[in-house]
């Protein structure tokens, strides 16, 4: 509750170092606000940062350090004896038996990494008041519970009374540095230029960061299951036998299924949105009336807010069922859950973003094109063809490759459409699964990252990044290249 007044005291404080800085500023130079070096609101500006920001600062390092220290600070005046009887509440008997005695010398330090963490989480819960632990732990709990809202009390205060006494420090100082000589636009520029170079490293530093995390557990991966075997293996089957005798578990780790079935949905679904959203795109910027276009063009664009479990739910529901029942009346083994299902629905999900782009990049053809076919007397369906179209060609073609990574990264309607066998099957009526529901399979849950199961994941991840990387590179260069430049 603190910080939150906190925030909302900053803010307001800022709003007030702007007025008064602004008020300042124009009183030094005896009302004549042209003699300043920069204009008022520059002054406002600075005085509004100097109380607000370095406070906002303060506030993100505190809420990133204190529940550190906190938790350190907790787990160090656990007495063992507490530790001792909430390990036996909780430990396993006989791995409590064997770790009893180091418990009871040691305290927490006696505990692994994993039961430490346990420990917290049972605190955390209890100091919450919840009631997803038994009334035993938290009877052996509540000192530490109690020791721990204490802290993040005290916490709470020294943050509100630090971050305020820092935010009037600072509109004091700033406003008793204007003088009509001062150079607040100067400063002002500079401040922001900081920031937005943090903004873009943090940026930098988090691709960096997705990429590395990447590189390194396909690794791992690759360390345990040949390369050349997860490429063109044929097989994918990635549960890992625990006993010798445990039937069903193969322990296969050929991608070949995942990438076909993702190629296949992919490619059905382009089939679909391209015709259909090139043609809308079409009619919406040439053929539809002013006043269709303002109401037809909302409406398709609603399409690309609908969230992709509604399309999952749409596609299991209506378009497999139909799909289905169409095929058993001509004769055709359709499966419940298929392929051609999946890649129709997720069409539809993508019609709106290429009808969208295209649209954009149709508009973006001079109307002197157009005048000018039109004089040499040209219908306007020629000029569709002969010369909006070949102008507008590197956009539209940029657009479906964005559209097909698009279509390589969804999940959900995969996951209720399509189903999770991996079959290595070029029949759109069959059942396949894709990369990116594999992925969220085999994340799901409590995993241990150290087995070639999870560190699939891994792997298939960076495969589907490489393979989107490249459309989205192809599609840059294609524009970049056939980009036509007019006067």
């Known amino acids: 509750m603190q910080t939150w007044v906190l925030i909302v005291a900053l803010l307001i404080l800022g709003l007030a170092g702007y007025y008064l800085g602004r008020s300042r500023a124009v009183a030094s130079a005896d009302g004549r606000a042209a003699s300043l070096h920069s204009v008022p609101s520059y002054y406002g500006m600075y005085v509004a940062i100097w109380a607000a920001v370095p406070g906002l600062i303060l506030v993100l390092v505190w809420l990133s ?13 656990i007495p063992p004896e507490t530790v001792t009887a909430w390990a036996q509440e909780m430990l396993p008997a006989d791995l409590f038996a064997a770790e009893a005695e180091a418990i009871a010398a040691s305290g927490t330090d006696g505990l692994t990494g994993p039961q430490v963490e346990l420990l917290m989480v049972n605190i955390v ?9 038994s009334p035993t732990v938290a009877g052996i709990l ?24 820092l935010a009037c420090a600072g509109l004091y100082t700033a406003r008793r540095r204007l003088a009509p000589h001062f150079r607040a636009r100067n400063r002002v520029e500079s401040i922001i230029n900081v920031f937005l170079i943090i903004c873009s490293t943090i940026a930098i530093l988090t691709t960096l960061g997705i990429v590395l995390s990447l590189l390194f557990e396909s690794a791992r991966f690759f360390g345990i299951v040949p390369i050349w075997e997860f ?13 010798a005798d445990q039937v069903g578990s193969s322990g296969a780790f050929g991608a070949i299924p995942l990438f076909v079935g993702t190629l296949l949905i992919a490619a059905i679904a382009m089939l679909v949105a391209v015709p259909v959203g090139l043609m809308s795109a079409i009619y919406l910027s040439d053929y539809a009336p002013p006043r269709v276009r303002a109401s037809v063009k909302p409406v ?6 609908i969230p992709t479990v509604v399309y999952g739910f749409f596609a299991i529901l209506t378009v497999a069922p139909f799909i289905r029942d169409l095929g058993a009346a001509v004769g055709l083994n359709v499966s419940a859950n298929s392929a051609l299902a999946a890649g129709v629905v997720m069409g539809i999900m993508i019609v709106p973003f290429i009808s969208s782009l295209s649209d954009d990049v149709i508009n973006a053809v001079p109307q002197s094109l157009r005048d000018g076919s039109a004089a040499l007397g040209a219908t306007k369906s020629e000029t569709i063809r002969q010369v909006i179209l070949p102008a507008a060609l590197p956009g539209i073609v940029g657009a479906c490759l964005l559209a097909v990574s698009r279509a390589i990264g969804e999940t959900m309607i995969v996951v209720m459409a399509a189903g999770l066998a991996a079959n290595l099957t070029v029949n759109p009526f069959a059942a396949v699964t894709t990369v990116t529901v594999q992925i969220a399979t085999l994340l799901v849950g409590d995993q241990e990252f150290d087995s070639a199961k999870t560190l699939s994941a891994f792997a298939l991840g960076l495969m589907l990044f490489v393979v989107t990387l490249c459309l989205n590179v192809i599609a840059l260069r294609v524009v970049k290249k056939y980009r036509e430049k007019y006067d």
């Open 65 to 77: 350090i204190a529940p550190i220290v906190r938790d350190n600070m907790v787990l160090s005046a």
């Open 125 to 133: 819960n209890v100091a919450a008041g919840s009631s997803f632990v």
């Open 231 to 243: 490429l063109f293996g044929t097989q994918w089957s990635p549960q890992i036998a625990i006993r």
């Open 300 to 305: 398709l664009e609603i399409l690309a807010g």
């Open 142 to 165: 509540v000192g530490p519970a109690e020791h721990m809202n204490s802290l993040g009390e005290l916490s709470s205060w020294g943050l509100l009374v630090i971050g305020l006494g």
